[in-house]
């Protein structure tokens, strides 16, 4: 018997080191856990006293252990927010049971220096001698919050770009898929402009004063077609491309075109009072279907096709300078809300005899 009483002995002593060995290896864990300077660990009573106060949560909140230790909770914890922080902890005190939280929450803490910066906590509870008792692992993310804000603006600064360059609903489809389906609309209103004598004009003025007045001209020129819901397509030179009815339909498509027509007269007549260098400009409008989509693989360009443009673009030759010269389909548009003057049939080539009229 007293074989066999040793033979067990002998037999469970591995045992009882291997478990002698992990407890040792789990206190080496927490010492570490406890000496790291990225992770504060603070533990608190019901009455919410500080009573451990890591090597983490010197380096974080500046306070020292001996400064930290006996005080309230509300010591790193905003003014703000220590209502709410004492409501909750309340809460908790009430609960039947003692609970970890099972998500990570995202808040705000107070250095001694009375910096405001962002944390991430980990809450848990538990229950000795009857009372409750709370430990909190937190971490400083302030990089991380630089790092996600620069991500969000580089994000905003590609969709600014995106929707300079696209309508709204394609620009989205294009993030969301990859690809812009294109699509036929009915009835939309095309304007071209074009300024008279550009050619001349490009000769007489250094290039880089050239391109200066057209980015004022076009810049004011986006803002009041944007203004009105009508959307750019591209500037080719001197001549100004928009549509409105797309992507998005809207009955008084040519209304607003005829008005952007007029805006940009306006502007253009108060600019020349101002400057020597003249722009005197023609503009033509027409009403019809298209085809609209994105186009090639490389440098994205949203573009429009069907006969509606060149009709759009023939309107635009065959007028006046001063004048918004316009087809019989976009005149039927409008013919209620602008007085029109009738041109009768004018020779377009390529295209016949078409009937025009001036907007008054």
Same mark, same amino acid.
């Given at each position: 018997?007293?074989?066999? /009483?040793?033979?067990?002995?002998?037999?469970?002593?591995?045992?009882?080191?291997?478990?002698?060995?992990?407890?040792?290896?789990?206190?080496?864990?927490?010492?570490?856990?406890?000496?790291?300077? /990225?992770?504060?660990?603070?533990?608190?009573?019901?009455?919410?006293?500080?009573?451990?106060? %890591?090597?983490?949560?010197?380096?974080?909140?500046?306070?020292?252990?001996?400064?930290?230790?006996?005080?309230? #909770?509300?010591?790193?914890?905003?003014?703000?927010?220590?209502?709410?922080?004492?409501?909750?902890?309340?809460?908790?005190?009430?609960?039947?049971?003692?609970?970890? #939280?099972?998500?990570?929450?995202?808040?705000?803490?107070?250095?001694?220096?009375?910096?405001?910066?962002?944390?991430?906590?980990?809450?848990?509870?538990?229950?000795?001698?009857?009372?409750?008792?709370?430990?909190?692992?937190?971490?400083?993310?302030?990089?991380?919050?630089?790092?996600?804000?620069?991500?969000?603006?580089?994000?905003?600064?590609?969709? &600014?770009?995106?929707?300079?360059?696209?309508?709204?609903?394609?620009?989205?489809?294009?993030?969301?898929?990859?690809?812009?389906?294109?699509?036929?609309? &009915?009835?939309?209103?095309?304007?071209?402009?074009?300024?008279?004598?550009?050619?001349?004009?490009?000769?007489?003025?250094?290039?880089?004063?050239?391109?200066?007045?057209? %980015?004022?001209?076009?810049?004011?020129?986006?803002?009041?077609?944007?203004?009105?819901?009508?959307?750019?397509?591209?500037?080719?030179?001197?001549?100004?491309?928009?549509?409105?009815?797309?992507?998005?339909? %809207?009955?008084?498509?040519?209304?607003?075109?005829?008005?952007?027509?007029?805006?940009?007269?306006?502007?253009?007549?108060?600019?020349?009072?101002?400057?020597?260098?003249?722009?005197?400009?023609?503009?033509?409008?027409?009403?019809?279907?298209?085809?609209?989509?994105?186009?090639?693989?490389?440098?994205?360009?949203?573009?429009?096709?069907?006969?509606?443009?060149?009709?759009?673009?023939?309107?635009?030759?065959?007028?006046?300078?001063?004048?918004?010269?316009?087809?019989?389909?976009?005149?039927?548009?409008?013919?209620?809300?602008?007085?029109?003057?009738?041109?009768?049939?004018? %020779?377009?080539?390529?295209?016949?005899?078409?009937?025009?009229?001036?907007?008054?």
């Amino acid at each position: 018997m007293e074989a066999e /009483n040793t033979e067990k002995i002998d037999i469970n002593t591995p045992s009882i080191s291997r478990i002698k060995s992990k407890i040792n290896e789990q206190n080496k864990r927490f010492q570490v856990i406890c000496s790291s300077k /990225n992770d504060a660990i603070i533990t608190s009573d019901e009455t919410n006293r500080i009573l451990f106060w %890591n090597t983490g949560a010197e380096h974080i909140f500046g306070f020292t252990a001996e400064e930290a230790i006996g005080q309230p #909770l509300t010591l790193i914890i905003p003014p703000d927010l220590h209502q709410r922080h004492n409501e909750g902890i309340e809460r908790m005190n009430q609960g039947e049971k003692p609970r970890v #939280l099972g998500k990570v929450l995202e808040l705000r803490a107070q250095k001694k220096n009375g910096e405001i910066f962002p944390i991430e906590l980990t809450l848990g509870s538990w229950q000795n001698d009857g009372k409750r008792y709370y430990s909190g692992i937190i971490r400083d993310i302030t990089e991380k919050k630089k790092a996600e804000m620069a991500i969000l603006e580089e994000k905003k600064k590609s969709d &600014d770009l995106l929707l300079n360059i696209f309508p709204k609903q394609v620009a989205k489809e294009l993030k969301t898929k990859g690809k812009a389906s294109t699509k036929k609309f &009915d009835n939309v209103t095309i304007i071209f402009t074009d300024f008279k004598d550009f050619t001349s004009l490009a000769h007489s003025i250094s290039p880089v004063k050239l391109v200066k007045e057209l %980015n004022e001209l076009f810049s004011k020129f986006d803002s009041i077609v944007e203004s009105l819901r009508i959307e750019k397509i591209k500037t080719i030179g001197d001549a100004y491309f928009a549509v409105c009815g797309l992507p998005q339909v %809207n009955k008084d498509h040519a209304v607003l075109c005829i008005k952007a027509a007029k805006e940009m007269f306006k502007y253009l007549e108060m600019r020349n009072k101002k400057n020597k260098i003249q722009w005197n400009m023609r503009v033509g409008i027409h009403s019809g279907p298209v085809v609209a989509g994105v186009v090639s693989k490389k440098k994205y360009a949203y573009d429009l096709f069907g006969d509606t443009v060149n009709t759009a673009s023939r309107m635009e030759s065959n007028g006046e300078v001063g004048k918004i010269n316009i087809s019989e389909s976009t005149y039927q548009l409008v013919k209620d809300v602008y007085k029109c003057s009738p041109r009768g049939q004018i %020779n377009v080539k390529g295209k016949g005899d078409l009937t025009m009229y001036f907007v008054e």
